[in-house]
Nanobody, 127 residues
Framework: QLQLVESGGDLVQPGGSLKLSCAASGFTLDYYAIGWFRQAPGKEREGVSCISRYGGSTKYADSVKGRFTISRDNAKNTVYLQMNSLKPEDTGVYYC????????????????????WGQGTQVTVSS
């Protein structure tokens, strides 16, 4: 059974850092493009970052550019999201999602592109 499990969410003060992990089981992550998304209360799910199958291409939402870094370790079947200089507006449930094959950069932050989703991990940025 294909499964994605996020971890690493926590309560952190503004300006702090967190590193989220997305671990895959039941399938080999090498063949999948991965996206990170977040959803704040009362808001739609939005794309944060995405990475191609072998990590050669990455993309970031304007709101997180220069602060977040996506990476992957296919040997560990895991994708990461390093989040620095966190702001209160970064608060939300963070999800990773997977799609087999190639995903165009132009749509890799669109939730409907992805077929497999994790259960999410809560990130709260507050003093």
């Amino acid at each position: 059974q294909l499964q994605l499990v996020e971890s690493g969410g926590d309560l952190v003060q503004p300006g702090g850092s967190l590193k989220l992990s997305c671990a895959a089981s039941g399938f080999t992550l090498d063949y999948y493009a991965i996206g990170w998304f977040r959803q704040a209360p009362g808001k739609e799910r939005e794309g944060v970052s995405c990475i191609s199958r072998y990590g050669g291409s990455t993309k970031y939402a304007d709101s997180v550019k220069g602060r977040f870094t996506i990476s992957r370790d296919n040997a560990k079947n895991t994708v990461y999201l390093q989040m620095n200089s966190l702001k209160p507006e970064d608060t939300g449930v963070y999800y990773c999602a997977a799609r087999r094959g190639f995903v165009l950069d132009s749509v890799c932050l669109v939730p409907s592109v992805y077929g497999y989703w994790g259960q999410g991990t809560q990130v709260t940025v507050s003093s």
